[in-house]
Every structure is written in structure tokens, then in C-alpha cells.
């Protein structure tokens, strides 16, 4: 096992990884930005070194000054969170090089499924259902149209090496494909710098559900169930469940049979997590590999009782998975809300400061994950998340009884934040039923606004 | 002094960091102000310190450079501009490039960062004495930690 | 330095963050108005207040019996020994025992608590008028909850 | 269902009960001292009564202002936490004369089970395991001497109104069983207002184990798992766990099964506790029945999934239990660390004041009861306990690197704790081993004080 452990992210991810690495034993280093001296995770961590200014790519995404940081400091190992590198072949590569074991799948692994389109041509190949589209990127609009008529619309346009809905343009005729073409390249030049794009049929209003998987470096696959991912705001994530109410006993082996399916033959090891579309028919659709822990993990602890972070810990030390699909059991109903620095009246327009005053929820079922506190400064270079409140009940009526309550009970003073608008998703009467897609808070919560 | 003065002196001093304020004319008038005992208005957090902080680090400003900060208008630090491990030499067995007391010009070396098996030499800006060198030779050393306190000549 | 100087000064400290002001004129005119230490220093605490709190909630001292506190030397409140429902008069269609103005001896009956089904006349301690009955006939009432604000005559 | 419940009682198990009605629906009322007015439970209950100034037998213990104050809100139901009136037989009765449902066993069984030689005689003759003592109160030395011989020394006198370690004295041989017996009378005397003493075989260094039962008004009853409460200083327990590495299924099943035989046998309902001595052959003997939730019932709900609130709730509004024995599945492992307000260095003097800095640990695992918060002022008038810190572990080793692991990352300013007695417990050996008994305190942890 790893004697310490750096970790290449902030907030309330790097808290989180310090806080297992320390129930296992191992040393941690923290990196930070100058803007970051104050957080948790630099004060918890048994070093800590800053790595540039607040400008992230200065500082977190800073390689020579991170890898410089793991050398100094003796580290076997270096975690990658998510965000910033934790999807960078490169990063990993040059971890490896330094020889530091990073803590995910390999650099070809990721680079491979970096590409969505080579991605979902190796799901194809593995037999893992994947949505009608073109086979790698379009070359003009004529092979889109030809494409677009082939499989029928509305059919999507998407970067090839696009992520977070940027880059992503529907078309539901002819007329609309020209424009969408035409813009998708150029959100995909000026985002990702490659133009690239390729066309899908379009699921309209489709669940997003995630299966969370752990394969070990010797061959051993398992799934820990569902995430139901459909409540997102402009294509973010904003509120997710383990189970969802959508998958039943016999579709979540199939999914999770298709997910492991899939990450074997790509090679994966680690923690991952497949991205289905999931119709209302039950048809699901692979839509992309996410090779590093995910910000809504704990949704998938609470309901199986691992710590996903020890996991990818003693899988990157070269252990083989500790138990079988038959060991994994879901229990209860689990909830995450993402709690961020926003001020829902200007548009969710991002609020950084002080936090004047600060009281988190307490008792039974209630889990926090954050890496702030009463008098922490937020500050404005970073995403706008600071919190996750997760919740865990016996049922789904339980767990969402007490996220209201421990919604109530979130006082945060000093910013704005998106506990407002989780109280209203939370006492929607559609979400109390289940009856959620990707279009649900567009349709059910924003549309007074 | 007429209470318009007052009200002005009241939100000057609430503005400002200072604790008291007191007058004294020559006719006997007399005023003091004085803001609460207790730092309370910015609570400390209570977050374990992991040693002492310099006070020099309450300065920083500047980004991805050699810094050099005025401390007043004599005295600056030099800063790193990387993560890496700190040598005063160029070998185990040479002579360190700058000891206390030394006086170096523009572009002189003053010492080595190894980072990632590179070793980046860290020239000085500045024509000055080395006041203080406030670093161990082979001391691991972050972004912008303070290396040597420089006084000009 | 007049009354209405004064109060403005009085106003001025208080929306201020400052703690303490001291005048002193030639003319041998001092002020002094200090803040009370403890208000800052304890920072306000992130939790829901459940509606407005009376000023005079910070004088609570005694215990267990009916309470009149000094506002100023003429002025106090009567609260109430216990919980329960408070009457302002011996049955629903009767005269109340007073109204504002009324001028109370020592042992009048002031009103009546309900509690566990006891009716708990309140009488007054002091001799004095009823400047203002702070709670409405039927409302439920606390331990210590101010009943009326009476003034010595 | 209520659709209102006053709860007499203050700080963290007011606050805890309050959250479990929130999430139930249910309106709460609090009762307060002057005191108390700033406590959590005060500002998260939808209504609130001052009772009386801050010495509790004028305010908690004040039963017409707490039954008007029941009145005046409409209260239906009256939950009365743990201390102050949870076991007054007294209060129960004036509950229902009032009304009220009062949550908890009804006054009868109550005031029999609160008379420990009688109780001990029920349980005789329901067939659990009972410590040879004496049949019923002694009326003299010269019987206390008889009894004595006939079961052997070492001999333990004790109050027959007693508990919490008060009017307890050992006696190793004859010569000491005359003083013994004289002091526990004093002791009995003025702290229970009763000289009534008995006597019971002493057993040297057992294990106290307690086992959570559930009893509904039909005649159902469950167990829910043990607790181990052998950590204990002064007869006050100091942290608790649940499982108890000492009992494996078929122990927890015969005493499971003997708990409720004699919950059922004294016509026990709601939630209760049945306290075991356990010796080092696996031999159990019944001590006392709690007649109410207690202080360290978060271990159970943790391994459980069960809210015992909720539960107690259901079961005072005449709901049938919702699971069968077969039903309940004890998962992993969790520990409780009782957080007093006490100086260490000063023999656990209580240390009220003012909490300057506040800080909670969080992440997997964790669960905080508290209804203090940075600012708030710990009155000097009450129980020294202002937080219980519960954590979760699929096994004990990990749940005792979780707990150690909190107790680091919980800070608290202003005022001294026991948080570093509880990092004491954690780091040694013996209690890593599992090897505690009552005197584990004593002999390894103060030993050096």
C-alpha cells in the first residue's frame, strides 16, 4: 500500500480523498493556489505545498509545479479528483514517468475513451447498445444530411472531443441541420480546439442514468448500481439519486452487465462510470465513459456502504476487488444536492465571498462534503459548487423528507446559494412521483423565470 | 468641531483597520473614538494553523514571476517562481552563489530550484544585499515562498 | 452641545462599528457613550430568529414569581409566572379587569391565566397605571412573556 | 398520525426529535428554560414555550407549565426524550389524564420496571437470566449477611430506587459488607429519598451490554442488536458501539429473544432497553430496563437503517410495527463518542461558556447531534454532554479509524472537551483488540491521571 498519497485537486474532492487516504493510513499532501491557503483540504492534509496563483491554469493545472510537489514531498501516488487533470492522458503519463502511480485508469485507457466517437465505436464493438450515429466525424453537411435521414430526426450534432453541453446543437429538420452544423463547429473550435463533430439520432427527454463501476488491475469487473443523473440545468448536473425509480431489479443487471462488458474491453481499470440515455421504453443508449470518480459518488456509497475513494485507492495499489457482484447490495434510497454559490435571481449568476455565517444539518441520514466553513472567503477563479449534502433513507419518500429537512436546516449566510432552489425541486409534486427526465427542470422548475 | 466633523471622523475610522481615535486641540476640545476590543469582526476560523505564518505572506500580489516585494523602500523578498527543492550551490562540494552579506548585481545567480531533475537557476532583478537567506539548502519549496530578503544598495 | 446633538451622536455610534466615543469641550462639556461590551463580541449566530424580540428581554433576572422589571425608574412590565392562556376578564362576556389607563392598587386583578384548567388570577404588586397591555385576550403565553407595561403614580 | 408533538425536553435529543418529525410531517412544539433560548431546538421547532427559569425543577421539570404549554399549543402527543421526566411515572399519568399520548410505555409499567427488585423479580419469572440477589429490599445487616454467604463473595448493596452508579457500594469480604451497607443507605437516603438497599452477587469486570428492543401496542415485539456500553467513567458511559465484538449471532439471539420475553412478560411498549451484564463465559444477567429512547440509541439506527424516533412515534399512534424480526439486518459497525463539555485535566470538571470556534467533521460515515453552534453559550445549569459523534464502518476497524479520523477534524473553540479523552480510547490497544470491560476506563485510559 501507498505510504502517501498527493492530491491534485481542491475543495471539498481533495478533502474528501484526504479524509480516506487518513482512515487508511496513508500520508497526504495537499496542493492549492494562492487563492486557496484558507480551504480545508490544504489544513487537513500532512503537507501542503502551493503550486502558482489563483489562475487554475497557473496552479491546478500547473504539471511541472504539481509533479515538482509530488517529488519534493517523497509521494507514491497522486490522485487526480475530478476536473482539472483528472482526465488528462498526459497528466498520467507524465505521473507514470516521474513514477508516481496515478490513480485511475491508464493514459491510453483515457485518451481511447477521451474520443467519443472512437469510445462508442468500442462499446459497439463490445455489444454495449449505443445510439444510432455517425461513425466517426462528419466530414461535410451532406454526409450529416445523409446521416440525419438515414436514422430520422431530431438528431443531435456534437463535438468529437466535447464535454459539460458545449459544442452540442438538435436538429429536428433539414432546415435546422445546416445551422446546427455550422454551429457546432465553431462552439466546438473555440471550446476544444478541433472543429470536429459527429451526428447521433436524438432521445428527446430521456433519463440520464450512470452505472458506477470498479474493475481491478487483474481482470475483476463489478457494478455498484445506478445514479439517476436527469435533473440538470443547462446540461449540468444539479440533484442526483441512487436507485432511480426507472430501473428495476433485472434492467440494472443489464445495464451493469453492459457497463463492465464495455470498460473490460476497453482495458479500464479503476473507478469509472458509463453514461446511459435511458428512454421511456427502457431502451438505454451508452453515451460516454467518465474515467475518474464522479462529483456524485456518494450517492452510490450511501446506498452500498463502500468508500469509492479507498477503493480506487487499493485497486491503483495492485489489490484485487475485495468482493463479488454478489456481495453488492443496495440499501435505502440516497439523495445529493449540489449546493453552490449562486444567486438563482440573476440567472444563477456565481457568488463568490466571505461566508458570514454557517450551520450545517445534523442527525440521522445526513452527510456533508465541503471544504468551507464560517468566516472561508469563496473565491471567484473556481466552480461554484462549495457543498454536497447528501442524504440517505430507508425509501425515496424517507430520503426526500429528510433532504427537505436538512435543507431547512443549511444556513448559509454572507452568499447566495442553490438551497433555494432545491427546497422548490424537492416539493415538486413530478419529482415526488419520480416522473423526471433531462428536460425537468427546465419544464417543472424554471419555467417562472 | 462641529458634529458633521464628528460623523465624518466616525466613518473614516469604521472604514479603517485602526482601533482608536483621539483629538486634541489646543482649546481643550477633546475627542476620542475607539472601536471594540475584540478582532471579532472577522471571526478567526477555527482551522488548525500548520506553523507560523510570515508575515511577509500578507504582501503577495504579484503572479508566475521571480517577486520581489517592497517590504518598505529598502527591504524585499525574493520569492520562487516554482515548486521544486532549494540549493545554495551548484554542486554538494561548491561553494554556495550568495552567502548573508553578500552584494549582488542585476542577473547575478542566487540559487538553484530543482524541479522535475531540471535545475533552474534564480537569477536576481535587483542590485542588493543579501540581508537574511530564509531557506535550508536542500529544503523542499513552494509556489512563492519566500527565499531571500534582500536590501538595496 | 444640545439634546438633539446627542441623540444624533447616540444614532451615529449605533449604526457604527465603533465601540466608544468621548467628547470633552473647553467649556467643561463632556460626553461619553459607550457600546455594551458583550453585543459584538459574541457574533451573531447563523440561525433563525422567530419573530422580533422585545429589548426588554436582556433585563430578565428573576425567577419563579410575578415579575415587574424597571425599564426606567417609573416604568416596568409584569410578566407571567407561568404558561398557559391569558383572559382579560372573569368570563367571556364580563368587563376586563383593565384597559390602558386604569390605575391599579396593590391586589388588584390585573388578569387571569388558564392553565391545566386553573384559572390564575394575576394581581398587581405595585400601585400604578396600565400604560399598555402587550398581549391580546385568548393568546397563549409563555413563562416570563411581558403581560403589561405599568407605570408607578 | 399526530399531527403535533411537544417535546419536553432540551438540547440534542429535542433537536432529534424534532427532525424526526419534521420528516414525518409532524408539527413540533419545544419547551425551554430561560437558558435556553438559544439552543437549535428552540429555533427548529415551529413553536416554542418558555417554561421557567433555568434550575430544572422549575423549568424541565416543571410538569403543570409543560402540560399547559401542551395545552395552549394543541398539542396530541408528548415525547419526553431521556432524563429529566422520560422515566417519572408521574408525568406519564398526567400526560393521558390531560389527553396527551405520551410516548413511551404506559405510567404502570413505567413505575414497576423503575423498581429495580421488582423488576428483577419479573424477569426471574418470565425466565431471563437475573444476578443471584437479594428477593426484595433488605431489612437489616444480619439478612444482608445471610444473603451473602449464600450466593459468595464478592457482593454489590445498591438503592432500590437508584441508578446512574448512586448508592452502590461492593463488598469483598464480611468485614466490608458492614459499611458498605451502612453507606449505601446514607447514599440511597439522600439521593433517592429512599434508605431502601438491596443485594446481588457482584460480578468482577463483566461487559454491559444492552439490547434495543422495539414493542408495539399489539403485541409484537423486536430486537434491534446490541450496544456495548462497557467504556464507562463513574458509572457514566463515555462511548458506545454496536455490534459488540463479544456477542456473535447465537448469543445476540438468546439475548435478543430473553429481552423480549421479559419487555412482553412486564406488558412493555414503545422503545426500551434492556442493560446485560455479560461475564467472559458468555453468561448474561438482566440489570435494569430503560423505559425510554436512549442517549446512544444513533449506534443502532447506524447499523440498523432504522429511525428509532420515527419508530417510537408510530408505535404511540397505534401503528403495528413495519418489520419482523427476520427483517432486521445488522450492517457493519458504528461507534459513538459522547462529547462533554469537561476539563480532563481538571477530573472532568464541566466547563460551560461561550463556543468561540466550531467546527463539525464530516464526509462518509460521519453523524453529528448537536444543537450547539459556533457563538452559542453552553449553560452551566445542565448536563455536561453538547454532542454526540456517531460514525459508521463496514467493519470495526474501519469505524475506529473513521472515529479517530472525526475526532481530528472536529474543533471546538472557547471551551475544553473530552474530545481528547476520546482520541485516547481510540489509539489504545487494548480497546483496538476489543478487549474492555467496565473497568477498561479505569485501568487503562485514567491510569495515568
Known sequence: MFRKILVANRGEIALRIIRSAKEMGIKTVAIYSEADKESLHVQFADEAFCVGPPTQSKSYLNIPNIISSAIVSGTDAIHPGYGFLAENAEFAEVCSANGFKFIGPTKDVMALLGDKAKAKKLMKEAGVPVIPGSPSTLCNLKEAMNFAKEVGYPVIVKAAQGGGGRGMRVAKTEADLKKAYDLARTEAEATFDSAEVYLEKYVENPRHIEMQILVDEHGNGIYLGERECSLQRRHQKVLEESPSVAVDDSLRKKMGEAAIKGALAAGYTNAGTIEFLLDRQGNFYFMEMNTRIQVEHPVTEMVTGLDLIKEQIKVAAGQPLSLQQEDVEIRGHAIECRINAEDLSKDFRPTPGPIQGFLLPGGTGIRVDTAVYAGYDIPPYYDSLFAKLIVWGNDREEAICRMRRALDEFIVEGISTTIPFHKKVLENEHFIKGDIDTAFIAKHILKDH | ?153
Open chain 2, 1 to 153: 468641531m462641529d458634529l458633521r466633523d464628528v460623523r465624518d471622523l466616525i466613518k473614516l475610522l469604521d472604514e479603517s483597520n485602526l482601533a482608536k481615535l483621539e483629538i486634541e486641540d489646543p482649546n481643550g476640545f477633546k475627542l476620542i473614538l475607539e472601536k471594540e476590543q475584540s478582532q471579532a469582526i472577522t471571526p478567526k476560523r477555527p482551522v488548525p494553523v500548520r506553523g507560523a505564518e510570515s508575515v511577509l505572506d500578507d504582501h503577495k500580489k504579484l503572479e508566475d514571476k521571480i517577486v520581489a516585494r517592497d517590504i518598505d523602500q529598502e527591504m524585499m523578498t525574493i520569492t520562487s517562481p516554482m515548486v521544486g527543492t532549494f540549493f545554495r550551490a551548484p554542486a554538494p562540494d561548491a561553494d554556495p552563489f550568495v552567502k548573508e552579506g553578500t552584494v549582488v548585481e542585476v542577473g547575478d545567480t542566487l540559487c538553484i530550484i530543482e524541479a522535475m531533475k531540471l535545475m533552474n537557476e534564480i537569477t536576481s532583478e535587483f542590485r542588493g544585499r543579501i540581508v537574511k537567506i530564509l531557506v535550508e539548502n536542500g529544503q523542499p519549496i513552494e509556489y512563492n515562498q519566500p527565499l531571500f530578503l534582500l536590501e538595496r544598495v
